[in-house]
């Protein structure tokens, strides 16, 4: 836990503390940020280029609210995939988030994998502020169809070389947006490094490539579980455009021909494509934060000691409620059980009593029957009969709610029917 104690140690010295995660995709940031965020009575701003767009939560691995665990989390799914968010917007409504952030004296935590994002605000980019020329993009996107993305790169080395050093060749995007600049204000892409503003506290996740690629790769079957096709074809649905900054994703431009069966393309075929793909963008990923001076950097195991921690910090609070919630369920049981018993004891009152005034009857009727011929001799052994039958009857009846009714009235008529005979006989 000794990285806990130094954030903690930097927390004490900075003035605008800012914490920043970083690491490949599926490197384990956000389980990372989460336990440094409740730590450090922290909130988080996604640092990721796709995770600002809705509707694209699995492709782009969003955290989702109910994953959250009561951290505030900022810039996710803030904008409709046909809207283009640019840098030096990104840029603003980070800095706006770290001041609302700061005036509730809470620690802003920058997590996510677009290096370009990180450094615009840790090295306090100054980004210009040239809208996009929808015309112009379609244009140089129609010119990577045909004749690839290496042509546009081309145009990009001989209008700006110093931008297309910085930028990969494969990312078209970027590779666009520089051009666009350039065209735009006739100046080279420069994003120009001012003073920085914020303390900064950086920490790493460092793999061994062999290690990052096979969570890489359970990443993405995952992510075919949860429905990523379904996904894709939904915004395809929705009328949003292949060749959209958003639909370029990794995770929905290797979908879409699989959908449209461009390439006659099969669904392992089409895994493996995302896989490889999300393999080569992490390396990208690594060579970009390299890069930075001071990073903390963390080992697959000192990420394991963290998250054991973790663990055992839940299970303190956890077991505690499971001791005090089963102590609650046991009292209602309790509880219950003893009412239970309480409404089968006034039941079985009640048929015992309802049995023997059944059964008493019956004696009465077979005994006056038997032992009475004439008419006045027949009301009075009735009318003692009944007498006696109440008075045996409450007796029986309260004996008998211990013992099994269908027993009890065999006894009560037995009873019943001897009393009778003696007390006839006597009024002869």
Do not use: C
Request: net charge positive; aromatic share 4%.
């Amino acid at each position: 836990m000794e990285l806990l104690k130094d954030l903690k140690s930097f927390l004490k010295k900075a003035n605008k503390p800012l914490v920043v995660i970083l690491g490949p995709t599926a490197s384990g940031k956000t389980a990372l940020s989460l336990k440094v965020a409740k730590e450090l009575n922290g909130e988080i701003i996604s640092t990721d280029s796709r995770q600002i767009y809705k509707g694209m939560e699995i492709s782009t691995d969003m955290i989702m609210p109910e994953h959250q665990e009561g951290v505030p989390h900022h810039l996710l799914g803030m904008t409709p995939p046909n809207k283009t968010i640019t840098l030096a917007e990104y840029k603003d409504l980070a800095l706006a988030a770290i001041k609302d952030i700061y005036r509730r004296k809470k620690v802003p935590i920058l997590v996510g994998g677009t290096g370009l994002y990180i450094s615009a605000i840790i090295e306090n980019y100054d980004v210009p502020k040239i809208k996009p020329n929808n015309r112009l993009r379609a244009k140089l996107q129609e010119e990577a169809n045909k004749k690839g993305v290496e042509a546009v790169y081309e145009r990009l080395i001989k209008l700006d070389p110093q931008a297309a050093k910085k930028i990969h060749p494969n990312n078209l995007r970027y590779v666009i947006r520089a051009i666009e600049i350039n065209m735009a204000s006739g100046k080279n892409k420069q994003d120009k490094k001012a003073t920085p503003v914020f303390d900064v506290f950086m920490v790493g996740i460092n793999w061994p490539r062999e290690k990052l690629y096979e969570r890489i790769n359970r990443r993405v079957d995952l992510q075919f579980e949860k429905g990523l096709i379904d996904e894709v074809k939904a915004l395809l649905k929705k009328g949003y455009k292949e060749d959209l900054p958003s639909m370029t994703s990794l995770g929905v431009k290797e979908i879409i021909p699989h959908i449209k069966n461009k390439h006659k393309m099969s669904f392992p075929e089409t895994v493996e494509i995302l896989k490889r793909n999300i393999r080569h963008y992490a390396k990208r990923q690594m060579t970009w934060f390299r890069k930075y001076k001071d990073v903390h950097w963390l080992n697959p195991k000192e990420l394991m000691e963290i998250a054991k921690a973790e663990i055992k910090e839940i299970k303190g609070k956890v077991e505690p409620a499971v001791v005090k919630a089963e102590k609650v369920v046991v009292k209602e049981v309790k509880k219950v059980v003893k009412q239970a018993k309480k409404a089968i004891k006034i039941a079985e009152k009640k048929v015992v009593k309802k049995a023997v005034k059944k059964a008493a009857k019956k004696a009465v009727k077979k005994v006056v029957a038997k032992k009475s011929t004439k008419k006045i001799v027949k009301k009075t052994v009735k009318k003692v009969a009944k007498k006696i039958v109440k008075k045996s009857a409450k007796k029986i009846a309260k004996k008998a709610v211990k013992k099994p009714a269908k027993k009890n009235v065999k006894k009560v008529i037995k009873k019943v029917a001897k009393k009778p005979t003696k007390k006839s006989s006597k009024k002869r």
